[in-house]
């Protein structure tokens, strides 16, 4: 696993942990020799996670819609920048190149773009793991949701099963390592983007 795609807020949120998660993610990515893929923007968290893995001598790889390049302040001092045309590009540009998904806490961005792979992981478009970095237990109430979503009929437990969850980002990047994709939905690669 050389390269992860970390999604989060483009803002820091009302808790410390938050900012403290950030640093602690962008900087085990870095030491442990990994790439970290992100949105290519300095706010928030974003932004929080990208300095980290930097001043940790990490490569990063950012990823940016040209509309979003003043909003999100694209990043100055990224290993490398790629200028996409809009949303989609940026999701399908950031599923290529990254080899598993984390979310940090986040708002209405981060949840869309990890359950876009989360389902693609189910539809077979990849095999990659995708994860929750649960800093402070924020992602609790929409854990409480998805299992509703398997209780109730309507997902699969192997796709909940295999949907990793923690406060800290060593036991992900290790889950990451051992990481068995379950059988898809209707077998793997028959469904693109
Ligand atoms: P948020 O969690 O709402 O602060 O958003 C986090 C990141 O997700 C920001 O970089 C947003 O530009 C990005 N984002 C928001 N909506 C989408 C979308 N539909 N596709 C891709 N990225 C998005």
Same mark, same amino acid.
């Given at each position: 696993? !050389?390269?992860?795609?970390? $999604? /989060? +807020?483009?803002?820091?949120? !009302?808790?410390?942990? $938050?900012?403290?998660?950030?640093?602690?993610?962008?900087?085990?990515?870095?030491?442990? +020799?990994?790439?970290?893929?992100?949105?290519?923007?300095?706010?928030?968290?974003?932004?929080?996670?990208? &300095?980290? *893995?930097? &001043?940790? +001598?990490? %490569?990063?790889? +950012?990823?940016?819609?040209?509309?979003?390049?003043?909003?999100? =302040?694209?990043?100055?001092? @990224?290993?490398? =920048?790629?200028?996409?045309? !809009?949303?989609?590009?940026?999701?399908?540009?950031?599923?290529?190149?990254? &080899?598993?998904?984390?979310?940090?806490?986040?708002? *209405?961005?981060?949840?869309?773009?990890?359950?876009?792979?989360?389902?693609?992981?189910?539809?077979?478009?990849?095999?990659?793991? /995708? *994860? $929750?970095?649960?800093?402070?237990?924020?992602?609790?109430?929409?854990?409480?949701?998805?299992?509703?979503?398997?209780?109730?009929?309507?997902?699969?437990?192997?796709?909940? &099963?295999? @949907?990793?969850?923690?406060?800290?980002?060593?036991?992900? @990047?290790? %889950? $990451?390592?051992?990481?068995?994709?379950?059988?898809?939905?209707?077998?793997?690669?028959?469904?693109?983007?």
């Amino acid at each position: 696993m !050389n390269s992860i795609a970390i $999604f /989060c +807020g483009s803002k820091i949120g !009302n808790d410390t942990i $938050f900012v403290q998660t950030a640093q602690q993610a962008g900087r085990l990515i870095a030491e442990q +020799g990994k790439t970290l893929v992100y949105g290519g923007g300095c706010s928030g968290l974003m932004g929080v996670v990208a &300095d980290s *893995a930097l &001043d940790a +001598g990490g %490569k990063v790889i +950012g990823v940016i819609p040209e509309a979003l390049v003043d909003r999100e =302040l694209a990043h100055p001092r @990224l290993t490398e =920048l790629h200028v996409v045309q !809009n949303m989609h590009e940026r999701k399908t540009k950031m599923s290529e190149l990254a &080899d598993g998904f984390i979310a940090l806490p986040g708002g *209405a961005g981060t949840l869309e773009e990890i359950f876009e792979q989360w389902t693609w992981a189910q539809l077979g478009i990849h095999l990659k793991p /995708c *994860a $929750f970095l649960n800093a402070g237990g924020f992602y609790d109430p929409l854990i409480t949701m998805i299992n509703n979503t398997v209780q109730q009929g309507f997902t699969y437990s192997r796709f909940a &099963d295999t @949907l990793l969850v923690s406060d800290k980002i060593e036991t992900l @990047l290790s %889950k $990451f390592e051992q990481y068995q994709p379950p059988q898809p939905k209707w077998g793997v690669k028959e469904v693109t983007p």
